[in-house]
C-alpha cells in the first residue's frame, strides 16, 4: 500500500490512489472493530457461566483494549505512518505517567490481587472500614460499591489491600447476636425459655443452628445476656424486625422489663436525704422516699 | 390424590373458589382474559372465619393475564429444598441391619394454566410453611426445610392430602453402630407418583459405610415397590443423578457424648 502520509502535500492527498488507499484502510479499521466486538461478546460468552464476573470483565476489558490498540497501529503503518518515534515517545511519555501515577500502579497491582484471591464477588455485600454496600463492579483501580441509601461509592483496589475487609454475604446462613439485659430480679430460667420459644416460634430463624443463650456478666444494670439465632442471609432486616417484636411482647407478657440506664437523685440536707426513684408507669410522677 | 382439592377448578361467574390443602388457604376466580389467585396461611393473622366482608377485603390478589376461557388445575410438587426430618427419639442401627422408614413431606401447589394446550406454571406456593434449617457442617452443609412431623416406622394410616410420603430405606454397611437423630431427604431430586389414592416420592436409599465414609444414597427408579402401578404425577425439579453420593446422617458418636 502507499504511505500517503510521507509526504504530505495536496496533490499527493488528492491523488486517486492515495484516497482508495485510505478508504481501504478505514474499510479495514472498520472491519477489524466489527470483528473485535464479535471477539469479546464470545469471550465474554464463553467466560460466563466458567468464571466470575469481574475475571469476565478484566479478560474482555483487555482484549478490548489490546485489540483497540492493534487496529490503530497497523491502519497507521498501513498509511506510511512510521510507528518509531510514537512509540518513542509513548514509552517517555509512559515512564513520565508512570511516576506520576504510582498510587495507580499499586491500585492495579492490588487489583489483581483481588481478583486472584477472590475475596468477594459482584453482588456480594461487603463492609470496607465503615464502608458497607453492594458490590456493583471489580476494576483493576477500584472496587465500585452501592450503599443501601443508594449512593455510588469508589474505594481504591490499594485501600481494599491494606484494611480489614469483610464479605457479609460470602456464605447462606448468618447469626445474628442480640444484646439484652434483664433486671437482677428476673427469673432468668423463664427469659431463657421466652427466648428459646420466640426463635423456635419465628419463621426467620433456622432451627438448625441452634440458637445461643449466653449469660455474659453481671452488668450496671441487670444481667447481660446474648442471644444469638441464625438466619438466612437474606432475611436479615425482616429477622431482625420479626424477632425484636417478639422479645418486647413475650417479655412484656411476662412482666419481665428490659433495663435501662436508672439515675437516683439525692437531695436534703446534711441531717436528712432524699432520693427520687423514676417510676416507668407513665401518669406516676417521681416517688420520692426519706432515707433514714 | 383427592379430586376435590388437586384437579382443574370450576370457578363459579361471579365468584371465586376456596381450597384449603394442608394449612394454605387458596382462592382463585378469573375475570376476563386473567386469573386472580390469593393465598393465606391458617396459622396467619388473616381471619379466615370473618362472616362480615372484612377478610374478603384483605386478601390479596394476585393478576396473571392470559387468554379468555382459560383452564386453572391445581397440580402437586415437592420442595425445592431437602428437608429434614427428626425421629422422635435417636434411632440406633446395628451393623448388617437396615430399617425401613417414612417421611411425609408437605406438597408445594402449582397453578398451571392451559391455555393453547400447554401448561405454564403461574405460580408455585408450599400448602405448608415451613422453617428453614442447617443441615451438616456450618461451612459445607446447605439450606433445607425442617418438618415437624416426626420420621416414622409405618405409613401414616391417614392419607393427608397435603403431603406425599417418601420411604426410606436405611442399610448400615459399617462394622458400627449407626445412630442418628436427623436425616435429610432431597425432594428436588424426587419423583411424585399417585398410587392407592395418595402420593408417594421415589423411594430413597442410604447405605452408611462407616464414619469416615460419605453415606451412599440412591434415588430408586420408578414408584415404591409396594405400589408398582403408581403413575407419575410430577417430575423431579432437578434431574436426579443414577448414585448420588451426599451426606445424609448426622452421626452421634457415643463416644463424644451427643
Given at each position: 500500500m502507499v504511505g500517503v502520509f510521507r509526504e504530505l502535500d495536496l496533490d499527493t492527498l488528492l491523488d486517486p490512489g492515495a484516497i482508495i488507499a485510505i478508504v481501504q484502510v478505514l474499510f479495514w479499521a472498520v472491519v477489524g472493530f466489527l470483528v473485535l466486538r464479535v471477539l469479546v461478546f464470545v469471550i465474554r460468552r464463553l467466560l460466563h457461566r466458567r468464571t466470575t464476573a469481574q475475571v469476565t470483565m478484566l479478560v474482555t476489558k483487555a482484549v478490548n483494549y489490546t485489540g483497540l490498540a492493534a487496529i490503530a497501529a497497523i491502519s497507521l503503518l498501513e498509511l506510511g505512518v512510521n510507528l518509531t518515534p510514537i512509540l518513542g515517545a509513548a514509552g517517555i511519555v509512559g515512564l513520565a505517567v508512570g511516576i506520576a501515577s504510582q498510587a495507580s500502579l499499586s491500585n492495579v497491582i492490588s487489583g489483581l490481587f483481588l481478583v486472584s484471591e477472590k475475596p468477594f464477588a459482584i453482588g456480594d455485600v461487603i463492609r470496607i472500614g465503615e464502608t458497607v454496600g453492594v458490590v456493583v463492579s471489580i476494576d483493576l483501580l477500584s472496587v465500585k460499591l452501592r450503599s443501601f441509601d443508594n449512593l455510588f461509592i469508589r474505594v481504591p483496589n490499594e485501600k481494599i489491600a491494606g484494611e480489614q475487609l469483610?464479605?457479609?454475604?460470602?456464605?447462606?446462613i448468618r447469626r445474628f447476636d442480640f444484646s439484652l439485659t434483664v433486671p437482677y430480679d428476673a427469673d432468668l430460667a423463664t427469659v431463657f425459655s421466652i427466648l428459646k420459644a420466640i426463635a423456635a416460634e419465628s419463621t426467620l430463624c433456622l432451627r438448625e443452628p441452634a440458637p445461643i443463650i449466653i449469660p455474659l456478666e453481671f452488668g450496671d444494670q441487670g444481667v447481660k445476656l446474648l442471644f444469638g439465632v441464625w438466619f438466612e442471609k437474606a432475611d436479615f432486616v425482616a429477622m431482625r424486625t420479626q424477632v425484636t417484636t417478639a422479645i418486647l411482647k413475650r417479655f412484656g407478657d411476662a412482666g419481665i422489663r428490659l433495663s435501662m440506664p436508672r439515675v437516683a437523685v439525692y437531695s436534703g440536707g446534711t441531717d436528712q436525704l432524699f432520693v427520687v426513684r423514676p417510676d416507668h408507669s407513665a401518669t406516676a410522677s417521681p416517688r420520692i422516699d426519706p432515707i433514714e | 390424590m383427592d379430586p376435590e382439592l388437586w384437579g382443574q377448578l370450576t370457578i363459579p361467574d361471579d365468584g371465586h373458589i376456596v381450597r384449603c390443602i394442608g394449612d394454605a388457604v387458596i382462592r382463585a376466580r378469573t375475570l376476563d382474559d386473567e386469573w386472580e389467585i390469593a393465598r393465606s396461611y391458617l396459622d396467619s393473622h388473616s381471619d379466615e372465619d370473618a362472616s362480615d366482608g372484612s377478610a374478603e377485603a384483605q386478601i390479596a390478589w394476585t393478576r396473571f393475564v392470559t387468554v379468555r376461557n382459560d383452564t386453572l388445575t391445581l397440580k402437586p410438587g415437592l420442595p425445592d429444598r431437602p428437608v429434614v426430618v427428626r425421629p422422635e427419639s435417636p434411632i440406633v442401627i446395628l451393623p448388617g441391619r437396615w430399617g425401613r422408614f417414612f417421611v411425609s413431606i408437605p406438597l408445594w401447589i402449582r397453578f398451571v394454566s392451559g391455555a393453547a394446550g400447554k401448561d405454564t406454571v403461574m405460580e408455585e406456593v408450599p400448602s405448608t410453611v415451613l422453617p428453614s434449617t442447617w443441615f451438616g457442617d456450618i461451612g459445607t452443609g446447605e439450606l433445607c426445610y425442617a418438618l415437624d412431623v416426626p420420621l416414622r416406622r409405618d405409613v401414616d394410616p391417614v392419607a393427608d392430602p397435603g403431603v406425599a410420603t417418601c420411604e426410606v430405606r436405611v442399610t448400615n454397611g459399617s462394622k458400627e453402630r449407626l445412630r442418628f437423630e436427623r436425616i435429610c431427604v432431597h425432594a428436588e431430586h424426587m419423583r411424585l407418583y399417585l398410587a392407592d389414592g395418595r402420593l408417594w416420592t421415589n423411594e430413597v436409599r442410604v447405605v452408611f459405610r462407616g464414619t469416615d465414609q460419605v453415606s451412599q444414597l440412591t434415588f430408586r427408579n420408578g414408584p415404591p415397590e409396594r405400589h408398582p402401578s403408581g403413575v407419575v404425577v410430577c417430575e423431579p425439579r432437578v434431574a436426579p443423578e443414577s448414585s448420588l453420593i451426599k451426606r445424609s446422617f448426622t452421626l452421634f458418636r457415643e463416644i463424644t457424648g451427643f
Amino acid at each position: 500500500m502507499v504511505g500517503v502520509f510521507r509526504e504530505l502535500d495536496l496533490d499527493t492527498l488528492l491523488d486517486p490512489g492515495a484516497i482508495i488507499a485510505i478508504v481501504q484502510v478505514l474499510f479495514w479499521a472498520v472491519v477489524g472493530f466489527l470483528v473485535l466486538r464479535v471477539l469479546v461478546f464470545v469471550i465474554r460468552r464463553l467466560l460466563h457461566r466458567r468464571t466470575t464476573a469481574q475475571v469476565t470483565m478484566l479478560v474482555t476489558k483487555a482484549v478490548n483494549y489490546t485489540g483497540l490498540a492493534a487496529i490503530a497501529a497497523i491502519s497507521l503503518l498501513e498509511l506510511g505512518v512510521n510507528l518509531t518515534p510514537i512509540l518513542g515517545a509513548a514509552g517517555i511519555v509512559g515512564l513520565a505517567v508512570g511516576i506520576a501515577s504510582q498510587a495507580s500502579l499499586s491500585n492495579v497491582i492490588s487489583g489483581l490481587f483481588l481478583v486472584s484471591e477472590k475475596p468477594f464477588a459482584i453482588g456480594d455485600v461487603i463492609r470496607i472500614g465503615e464502608t458497607v454496600g453492594v458490590v456493583v463492579s471489580i476494576d483493576l483501580l477500584s472496587v465500585k460499591l452501592r450503599s443501601f441509601d443508594n449512593l455510588f461509592i469508589r474505594v481504591p483496589n490499594e485501600k481494599i489491600a491494606g484494611e480489614q475487609l469483610t464479605t457479609i454475604t460470602r456464605f447462606p446462613i448468618r447469626r445474628f447476636d442480640f444484646s439484652l439485659t434483664v433486671p437482677y430480679d428476673a427469673d432468668l430460667a423463664t427469659v431463657f425459655s421466652i427466648l428459646k420459644a420466640i426463635a423456635a416460634e419465628s419463621t426467620l430463624c433456622l432451627r438448625e443452628p441452634a440458637p445461643i443463650i449466653i449469660p455474659l456478666e453481671f452488668g450496671d444494670q441487670g444481667v447481660k445476656l446474648l442471644f444469638g439465632v441464625w438466619f438466612e442471609k437474606a432475611d436479615f432486616v425482616a429477622m431482625r424486625t420479626q424477632v425484636t417484636t417478639a422479645i418486647l411482647k413475650r417479655f412484656g407478657d411476662a412482666g419481665i422489663r428490659l433495663s435501662m440506664p436508672r439515675v437516683a437523685v439525692y437531695s436534703g440536707g446534711t441531717d436528712q436525704l432524699f432520693v427520687v426513684r423514676p417510676d416507668h408507669s407513665a401518669t406516676a410522677s417521681p416517688r420520692i422516699d426519706p432515707i433514714e | 390424590m383427592d379430586p376435590e382439592l388437586w384437579g382443574q377448578l370450576t370457578i363459579p361467574d361471579d365468584g371465586h373458589i376456596v381450597r384449603c390443602i394442608g394449612d394454605a388457604v387458596i382462592r382463585a376466580r378469573t375475570l376476563d382474559d386473567e386469573w386472580e389467585i390469593a393465598r393465606s396461611y391458617l396459622d396467619s393473622h388473616s381471619d379466615e372465619d370473618a362472616s362480615d366482608g372484612s377478610a374478603e377485603a384483605q386478601i390479596a390478589w394476585t393478576r396473571f393475564v392470559t387468554v379468555r376461557n382459560d383452564t386453572l388445575t391445581l397440580k402437586p410438587g415437592l420442595p425445592d429444598r431437602p428437608v429434614v426430618v427428626r425421629p422422635e427419639s435417636p434411632i440406633v442401627i446395628l451393623p448388617g441391619r437396615w430399617g425401613r422408614f417414612f417421611v411425609s413431606i408437605p406438597l408445594w401447589i402449582r397453578f398451571v394454566s392451559g391455555a393453547a394446550g400447554k401448561d405454564t406454571v403461574m405460580e408455585e406456593v408450599p400448602s405448608t410453611v415451613l422453617p428453614s434449617t442447617w443441615f451438616g457442617d456450618i461451612g459445607t452443609g446447605e439450606l433445607c426445610y425442617a418438618l415437624d412431623v416426626p420420621l416414622r416406622r409405618d405409613v401414616d394410616p391417614v392419607a393427608d392430602p397435603g403431603v406425599a410420603t417418601c420411604e426410606v430405606r436405611v442399610t448400615n454397611g459399617s462394622k458400627e453402630r449407626l445412630r442418628f437423630e436427623r436425616i435429610c431427604v432431597h425432594a428436588e431430586h424426587m419423583r411424585l407418583y399417585l398410587a392407592d389414592g395418595r402420593l408417594w416420592t421415589n423411594e430413597v436409599r442410604v447405605v452408611f459405610r462407616g464414619t469416615d465414609q460419605v453415606s451412599q444414597l440412591t434415588f430408586r427408579n420408578g414408584p415404591p415397590e409396594r405400589h408398582p402401578s403408581g403413575v407419575v404425577v410430577c417430575e423431579p425439579r432437578v434431574a436426579p443423578e443414577s448414585s448420588l453420593i451426599k451426606r445424609s446422617f448426622t452421626l452421634f458418636r457415643e463416644i463424644t457424648g451427643f
